[in-house]
């Protein structure tokens, strides 16, 4: 299936002084996407892997939209230079409207906080709820030990066999970019229901 026009969902680290190789990858995935044409939306962050690719994106000449709750606003938290910042009342009003509004999901490296949106989106595909495309852009093997821990739930039979096909992972931006644009552009096989 084709799009008229791309939004992709970044999900990714607001933390500041990461190595360059981090920074230097979300940059270059944000140029890639405007170089598409695609929108970028995510979190709104002023700092880390958020500001990055939406650098990234808006060095290109394209569009980086924030989604944000209210009370990070309040603390100044969101990048003032985002083509246009959507603010919600809380964060998982947040993570309902980047689903809405995107066609896929690229998680770049980060904590807690994009750790938890990574796998709520892989869940939400799991049960048929947003059955988007899911990117892991594993920069310098950050998360290798996720790949493992997720192929061992499959091995001990906490997921079936074919939801290894729920999220793929790529080494570099261009093979991030080449995994979504085959995703969106045919239709593949559905992913067989949790139950």
Not at 79 to 105: G, P, S
Request: aromatic residues 8%.
């Amino acid at each position: 299936m084709a799009f008229d026009k791309v939004n992709i969902c970044v999900f990714g680290a607001s933390s500041r002084d990461l190595e360059k190789g981090y920074v230097d990858a979300a940059y270059q995935l944000g140029t890639l996407m405007a170089q598409r044409g695609w929108t970028c939306y995510n979190g709104a962050g002023c700092e880390g892997l958020m500001r990055a690719v939406s650098d990234g994106v808006l060095d290109g000449g394209g569009e980086a939209i924030g989604v944000i709750p209210q009370f990070m606003v309040d603390n100044g938290w969101h990048y003032d230079r985002l083509t246009r910042i959507i603010t919600t009342a809380d964060m998982h009003e947040r993570k309902n409207t980047l689903a809405q509004m995107t066609q896929a999901v690229i998680a770049l490296p980060g904590g807690c906080g994009t750790l938890e949106e990574l796998l709520e989106a892989i869940t939400w595909r799991q049960l048929g709820l947003a059955p988007k495309p899911i990117v892991v852009l594993n920069t310098l093997g950050y998360y290798n030990h996720l790949a493992a821990m997720l192929t061992t739930a499959i091995e001990q039979g906490f997921m079936r066999k074919s939801h290894h096909r729920l999220v793929q992972f790529a080494d570099t931006p261009e093979q991030a970019i080449a995994i979504i644009e085959k995703e969106l552009t045919h239709s593949p096989e559905p992913i067989e229901s949790k139950y």
